[in-house]
């Protein structure tokens, strides 16, 4: 069971790493002003001024302590909790539930790495890029799919999970699909481009966790043991991220960016609901799941 062991140090470190990001990015601040510049489009920014996040823009910013209130007082906690689990039943519904949480954390590393404007972090965006990255590899390695499909039982998933995949999988070109249609016509980049390059949540979303979704239907529906772990890595994923969604409007309400209701609708209430049944549809995966020891448990 060398892959647990290595799974277990390596999540130790995302741990760690991962509460120093958003511990940092969370409480920070320099107690400066937010000031504004011209993007090259020509468009006025308002920009946050201060903290870690100084260089991003007002609206930006606000979105990334939201999403690190979510990972340091919620994510860490909940990896925390996986882990001691491990190390003490060392089951496959334990490393399913750890990698799953591994999962987001890697979501989070992409976001972060590659969205926040350059800023004294840096270095530690790219150790938790890549410590997540890998963890989410050999913890997706170290669940015997052959072994986990047999535990689960043979009535799930039904009909409603099904159904939360499919509206899951549409929802994330629903969301921001119409954005970059809409900069199209109007030959400009889209509305919130702001000082950034590109919009990297339209990226993962419709490039790789939509597609994912669906691939994961199929591989359900064909009782693949793989599906199972994808489907608890979406649960997760979907879940805690309409718990940053809510966190992320509140962040920005505090900062006085207020949203349109059809934006209130399509881009957050949608989500959140989606989240709702995400965590309800996780916990009935989890019972599901029949307990059973993994074996060489002293290696751990």
Sequence with gaps: MKQNKLLLILTILVVITGLLVSGFGLFSSTDNTSFQTVNQYGDVIKMSGDGVYAHDSLFKASVFRGTDFV???ILCPLIILSLIIVCTKNTTKSIVMLVSLVGVMFYYSVNIVFGASYNNLLLLYIVLFSLSTYAFIVGLMSIDR???QKLVSQDFPGKGVYILLVLSGLALFGAWLPDIINGLILNRPIELI???TTEVTYVLDMGIVSPTIFICIYLLRNRNGLGY???QVILSSCGIIGLMIVSQSLFQHLAGISHPIPVLITKMGIFVI??????????KFMKAIKEEKLRD???L
């Design 297 to 299: 448990e002293s290696n």
């Design 229 to 231: 772990a994808l489907l």
């Design 274 to 283: 989606l989240s709702f049944f995400s965590f309800y549809y996780s916990i």
């Design 71 to 73: 990972v340091f007082f």
């Design 194 to 196: 702001e000082v950034y």
């Design 146 to 148: 052959n072994k986990l």
